[in-house]
Nanobody, 115 residues
Framework: QVQLVESGGGLVQAGGSMRLSCAASGTISSTNAMGWYRQTPGKERKLVAASSNTGSSNVSDDVKGRFTISRDNAGTTVYLQMDHLKPEDTAVYYC?????????WGQGIQVTVSS
């Protein structure tokens, strides 16, 4: 079992920055992937950023150049640095950890960007 705990959300003005963190605990595979999705009311959860255990990463087109994903050396904590935030980035952000063909999810954390 894997547990994920997110932190760092809240309210920020447009143009500001925010950093989300997600710490994984439990039985963590060395070949896992971690990343972030986000979801707004009435819409599907969408992938924002992903990071593999090999060091490769990618972000979605709508946040490219503004968001950066990174992981700690142990591979058990993933970060999402969000810069130049826009009101349309307002959402609940979910951390995930994928290993052995199974996705684990964090509880979700609210990010609100005011205009």
């Amino acid at each position: 079992q894997v547990q994920l705990v997110e932190s760092g959300g809240g309210l920020v003005q447009a143009g500001g920055s925010m950093r989300l963190s997600c710490a994984a605990s439990g039985t963590i595979s060395s070949t896992n992937a971690m990343g972030w999705y986000r979801q707004t009311p009435g819409k599907e959860r969408k992938l924002v950023a992903a990071s593999s255990n090999t060091g490769s990463s990618n972000v979605s087109d709508d946040v490219k150049g503004r968001f950066t994903i990174s992981r700690d050396n142990a591979g058990t904590t993933v970060y999402l640095q969000m810069d130049h935030l826009k009101p349309e980035d307002t959402a609940v952000y979910y951390c995930y950890e994928f290993q052995e063909l199974r996705n684990y999810w964090g509880q979700g954390i609210q990010v609100t960007v005011s205009s």
